[in-house]
């Protein structure tokens, strides 16, 4: 599958911004989809994943809930809403697609090229 990314930009703490990735193929609803981001000189990070039928998502201990990953099999289209944004979460944001539910950058098997966030204070 391939993945293309979109949405991120410029905000100010404490606003939210919603990303999204659009995915070719035919079995969309069969992937893991996930969100990853990566900060400046650190390592790729988990941010989310949700099963491919939308009914269980996974999220990274130390978002507070700010996040909320959703998909419509639909439109092929995986979303990210980051709500309460701090500076800390600029990153360039990517979503993967995989066969099972993980937190690992290396389990996933397609990448999108990246959105940059970057929250100002």
């Known amino acids: 599958v391939q993945l293309q990314a979109s949405g991120g930009g410029l905000v100010q703490a404490g606003g939210s911004l919603t990303l999204s990735c659009a995915a070719s193929?035919?079995?969309?609803?069969?992937?893991?989809m996930g969100w990853f981001s990566q900060a400046p000189g650190k390592e790729r990070e988990f941010v989310a994943v949700?099963?491919?039928?939308?009914?269980?998502?996974w999220y990274g201990d130390a978002l507070g809930g700010r996040f909320t990953i959703s998909r419509d099999n639909s439109k092929n289209t995986v979303y990210l809403q980051m709500n309460s944004l701090k500076s800390e979460d600029t990153a360039v944001y990517y979503c993967?697609?995989?066969?099972?539910?993980?937190?690992?950058?290396?389990?996933?098997?397609?990448w999108g090229q990246g959105t940059l966030v970057t929250v100002s204070s």
């Open positions: 993967a697609s995989g066969r099972s539910p993980s937190i690992v950058p290396g389990d996933f098997d397609s």
């Open positions: 193929g035919r079995t969309f609803s069969g992937y893991i």
């Open positions: 949700i099963s491919g039928n939308a009914a269980r998502t």
